[in-house]
């Protein structure tokens, strides 16, 4: 069974902080997703990393997948309260037998942001 | 702007009966995933379908649980009967199978069975 752990589950910090959400498995993946999620609404696709290594930067956001394709991590530079939300990552089964794409998610990281 | 349709929003439910859900995924993808939210398990991955064939459903409990794709604008996830373990919130998403397949999410089904 394919197991994706995230950490921390909770997160409080300051506006302005710094602060990094990791996501492990033992298992490697075609591809690793980052979602958000608001209240109310389904997790939205914020960045999806492929290549072993990969660093991708949106904005204040940074995605880094490891290596060796097991793990990734999201690094959130000066967070503001706009920030605030359910982080998601999630991973894509590597192809077998036609039966890839499965995507299982972490358990989340629940940010807040305080002004 | 293209966007994943679920029906209902809500839904109360007394224990016992069945309950239905519908999903239109976005025009042209062709994965569709099942997924179930609660604060103790997560997001579980129930069933996904690619080019409407089943591809796994084992997070599914088969006894009571059933998840069909009768064309490739709907796809259904029906319980029955409900049981109140069932409260969650039931999302469907789809995709482009590629790499990875990038998740495109509904808004949700909220089901309450009391």
């Known amino acids: 069974t394919q197991l994706l752990e995230q950490s921390p589950q909770f997160l409080s910090i300051q506006e302005g902080e710094n602060l990094t959400v990791y996501c492990n498995s033992s298992s490697v993946f075609s591809s690793l997703q980052w979602y958000r999620q608001e209240p109310g609404e389904g997790p939205v696709l914020l960045v999806t990393v492929v290549t072993g290594g990969e660093v991708k930067k949106l904005k204040r956001l940074t995605f880094q997948f490891g290596d060796a394709r097991k793990d990734s991590s999201l690094h959130i530079t000066a967070a503001q309260p706009g920030d605030t939300g359910l982080y998601l990552c999630a991973g894509a089964a590597v192809m077998i037998y036609n039966q890839g794409g499965k995507l299982i998610f972490g358990q989340g990281t629940e940010l807040s942001v305080k002004p | 702007d293209a966007r994943v349709t679920q029906t209902p929003r809500h839904k109360v439910t007394e224990m016992g009966q069945e309950v239905t859900m519908r999903c239109q995924p976005i025009?042209?993808?062709?994965?569709v995933f099942w997924y179930r939210q609660t604060m103790m398990q997560g997001l579980e991955l129930l069933a996904y379908?690619?080019?409407?064939?089943?591809?796994?459903d084992s997070g599914m409990p088969k006894d009571r649980f059933s998840a069909e794709m009768p064309d490739a604008t709907l796809a259904t996830l029906k319980i029955q009967p409900s049981e109140p373990r069932d409260s969650a919130v039931y999302f469907c998403?789809?995709?482009?199978?590629?790499?990875?397949?990038?998740?495109?999410f509904g808004q949700g089904t909220r089901l309450t069975v009391v």
């Open positions: 998403a789809s995709g482009r199978f590629l790499r990875g397949t990038e998740a495109f």
């Open positions: 025009l042209g993808h062709n994965t």
């Open positions: 379908f690619r080019n409407r064939a089943p591809l796994d």
